[in-house]
């Protein structure tokens, strides 16, 4: 069964630093671009990073400096570092697969496969 | 970056009903647009891709049109299952974003 697992979301005073995983099972993992999306309670989606199968990453004017998002083929494995957290970065962190197709004449990314999520809080 | 906008943000139906909701791209993204289902304390589900590709396992029901900057998702007659929120997403761009969510309620 293909499935995603987050890990390391916690309560963190804002300037802090918190370190997610996400574990893959179930696929080949060095195949696919991987991404965080974000949500905070109550609120809709927001993309937060993405790092493609070769390892071009890509984020979001909102965190861009702030975090960085990593990847070890290895151990089907990709990672979140996030530092000089804001009490606006307080969301449920899921990880997702980006899905690759062949649809009438075009080539299409969606994300197919998601985690449960993993909260963050960033709080005094 | 793309900004996404929904319309309406949310509605109230009945089962059986035909719902209809609204994506808008600012900028042509081509077909490059997605539907999310999503359940209070649930990831979000995929639903269609590329625009009108219905993903494996989702019900006919489920249909999505439209090209360049406007997209429409229809469910042609709502059961009790599908009151949830739903996103559109473009994937023209390195930014993926996604529209605001439309909440489908129960009338």
């Known amino acids: 069964e293909e499935q995603l697992e987050e890990s390391g979301g916690g309560m963190v005073q804002p300037g802090g630093s918190l370190r997610l995983s996400c574990a893959a099972s179930g696929f080949t993992f060095s195949s696919y671009a991987m991404h965080w999306v974000r949500q905070a309670t109550g609120k809709g989606l927001e993309w937060v990073s993405s790092i493609g199968f070769a390892g071009d990453t890509y984020y979001p004017v909102s965190v861009k400096g702030r975090f960085t998002i990593s990847r070890e083929n290895g151990k089907s494995s990709f990672y979140l570092q996030m530092d000089s957290l804001r009490a606006e970065d307080t969301a449920v962190y899921y990880c997702?697969?980006?899905?690759?197709?062949?649809?009438?004449?075009?080539?299409?990314?969606?994300?197919?496969?998601w985690g449960r999520g993993t909260l963050v809080t960033v709080s005094s | 970056d793309i900004q996404m906008t929904q319309s309406p943000s949310s509605l109230s139906a009945s089962v059986g009903d035909r719902v209809t909701i609204t994506c808008r791209a600012s900028?042509?993204?081509?077909?490059?647009l997605n539907w999310y289902q999503q359940k209070p304390g649930r990831a979000p589900k995929l639903l269609i891709y590329?625009?009108?590709g219905l993903q494996s396992g989702v019900p006919s029901r489920f249909s999505g049109t439209g090209s360049g900057t406007d997209f429409t998702l229809t469910i042609s007659s709502l059961q009790p299952e599908d009151f949830a929120t739903y996103y559109c997403?473009?994937?023209?761009?390195?930014?993926?974003?996604f529209g605001q969510g439309t909440r489908v309620e129960i009338k």
């Open positions: 590329a625009a009108s």
């Open positions: 900028q042509t993204i081509n077909s490059y």
């Open positions: 997702a697969r980006e899905g690759v197709r062949a649809y009438g004449s075009g080539t299409y990314w969606y994300f197919d496969l």
């Open positions: 997403q473009q994937s023209y761009t390195n930014s993926r974003t």
